[in-house]
């Protein structure tokens, strides 16, 4: 299964990408789309036990902040790729 959280100013991106995958026949589940708020969407997600692995995109403080909410079984398997703007 996998649970896709997409930024929240870039939600109807995902959202399109879930109807594509409805079109071309996933079966039900197996990929889910959550959006919203880093604080209401995002965190629950890093923080629930049974979340095996998470990968994102973040920007500024986003990622330490993220490695700090991990749970705490999965802590070494995060991978977070930091977005560096040059401007």
């Known amino acids: 299964?996998?649970?896709l959280k997409p930024?929240?100013?870039t939600p109807l991106s995902a959202v399109r990408l879930g109807e594509l995958i409805q079109e071309v026949g996933f079966p039900e589940g197996v990929v889910n789309i959550v959006t919203g708020t880093g604080e209401s969407a995002g965190r629950p997600l890093v923080?629930?036990?049974e979340v095996?692995?998470?990968y994102g995109a973040a920007a500024g403080a986003v990622a330490p902040a993220?490695?700090?909410r991990l749970h705490p079984s999965w802590t070494s398997?995060?991978?977070?790729?930091?977005?560096?703007?040059p401007w």
Do not use: D, G, T
């Open 1 to 3: 299964m996998l649970v």
């Open 7 to 9: 930024a929240e100013q």
């Open 47 to 49: 923080e629930h036990p």
């Open 52 to 54: 095996a692995s998470a």
């Open 66 to 68: 993220l490695r700090k």
């Open 77 to 85: 398997r995060l991978a977070v790729s930091a977005i560096l703007r």
